[in-house]
């Protein structure tokens, strides 16, 4: 990969996240040439013929014109080929399957691997870096995370987020591939604390939206998130996170962000929860809200490395159907007092 701005970027998924990330690959960094191409792979041929149609992903991010070096389009290999830079925009656990179908089409190219996606593996208990250095080991995985909606950043809203690698220079010239005028990213070397803090953050807001829903009062939506933050930061020092990285963009600030705002699709999940729709009802409004995914297996690494998480168990017994939502917010107040701290 070179540092120039003349590249090929592919991005695999065209949700919301994936489109936007297109676009802004798109402008080819922060002094934009006209010859950068975006492949944005979609698995459905409508789709992509949608998009070639009118020029907007209308089903994912309406009313958003796909720059003009954007290409659409369902076949992999053409998705893939001389591609530069990888960015995987799809759900967390449909990140291996993607992965493993694009091997026969990437062999031979070292093109980094930007997993832009927020979770963690069910079944491995892997972070999402660990899946690519385990599928495809020749591309050097990096995580993108932070705090940022799709729709902000289409608008040109001023967003900041962390990109990391293992490689200082690979985090800064990747970095340097996405900034634009509205878009700072900020490059890191910790990638497990990037990747760590975008996927727990999407539980904890569950927590947040429950709250809500239920009318318990803006005190409690600030307990929460500190105290979601300290659990945050004890699973961040058992698996090797940075303090530091916990305490930036990907960790307080889009926990605060997920926290805190309707349009964040786990918020509104905990909302519509808190409120008595069912997990079926509510998710077939709201779409993709990756917590629901993530806390089980988050709560068992939790377990097995002896990390106290009573928000992000109370999240999981309630989405698994274990305990009612009043059960849960009772056996929260009902725990012992303690000393404040991490
Ligand atoms: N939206 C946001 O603001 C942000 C999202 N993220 C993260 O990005 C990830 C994607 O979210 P987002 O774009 O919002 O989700 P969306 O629900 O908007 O879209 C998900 C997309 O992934 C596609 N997809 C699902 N499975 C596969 C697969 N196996 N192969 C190819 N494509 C697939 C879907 O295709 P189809 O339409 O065919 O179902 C759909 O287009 C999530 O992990 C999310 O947490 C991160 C930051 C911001
Ligand atoms: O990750 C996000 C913002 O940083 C998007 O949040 P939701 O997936 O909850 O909508």
């Avoid at 729709?151 to 990391?164: F, I, M, N, S």
């Avoid at 807001?205 to 929460?224: E, H, I, Y």
Wanted: proline share 5%.
């Amino acid at each position: 990969m070179t540092n120039g701005r003349s590249g090929r970027i592919a991005v695999f998924g065209a949700g919301a996240w994936g489109t936007a990330l297109a676009n802004l690959a798109a402008r080819g960094g922060r002094e934009p040439r006209a010859e950068t191409v975006v492949t944005l792979f979609a698995r459905d041929c409508d789709h992509v013929a949608e998009m070639q149609a009118t020029g907007v992903n209308a089903r994912r991010l309406p009313g958003v014109p796909l720059l003009s070096n954007v290409r659409p389009t369902s076949d992999l290999a053409e998705a893939a080929a001389d591609a530069d830079v990888i960015l995987a925009v799809v759900p967390a656990q449909a990140l291996r399957g993607l992965l493993e179908s694009l091997e026969p089409f990437v062999a031979g190219s070292k093109a980094p691997i930007v997993v832009c996606a927020k979770g963690i593996e069910h079944g491995t208990g892997h972070f999402l870096s660990e899946v690519v250095s385990e599928v495809l080991p020749d591309h050097p995985p990096a995580v993108l995370s932070g705090p940022s909606f799709a729709q902000d950043v289409a608008r040109g809203l001023p967003t900041a987020v962390a990109l990391a690698a293992a490689d200082a220079e690979l985090a800064a010239i990747l970095a340097g591939r996405l900034a634009g005028p509205g878009f700072r990213v900020y490059s890191s070397t910790d990638m497990r604390g990037v990747e760590l803090g975008g996927a727990a953050k999407n539980v904890l807001a569950v927590a947040n939206g429950v709250a809500a829903g239920r009318d318990l009062g803006a005190s409690a939506g600030a307990a929460l998130v500190a105290r979601g933050f300290a659990e945050l930061i004890r699973f961040g020092r058992a698996f090797g996170a940075e303090p530091a990285t916990l305490m930036g963009l990907s960790g307080l600030g889009d926990l605060v962000l997920t926290c805190t705002s309707a349009l964040s699709r786990n918020f509104s999940l905990g909302v519509a929860l808190g409120r008595g729709q069912t997990i079926a009802e509510a998710s077939a409004r709201i779409g993709l809200a990756e917590g629901l995914y993530t806390c089980g297996v988050l709560v068992d690494l939790a377990n097995a490395a002896g990390v106290d998480m009573p928000i992000a168990k109370a999240v999981d017994a309630v989405l698994a159907e274990r305990i009612t939502i009043d059960e849960a917010i009772a056996e929260l107040l009902a725990r012992p007092s303690k000393a404040e701290g991490v």
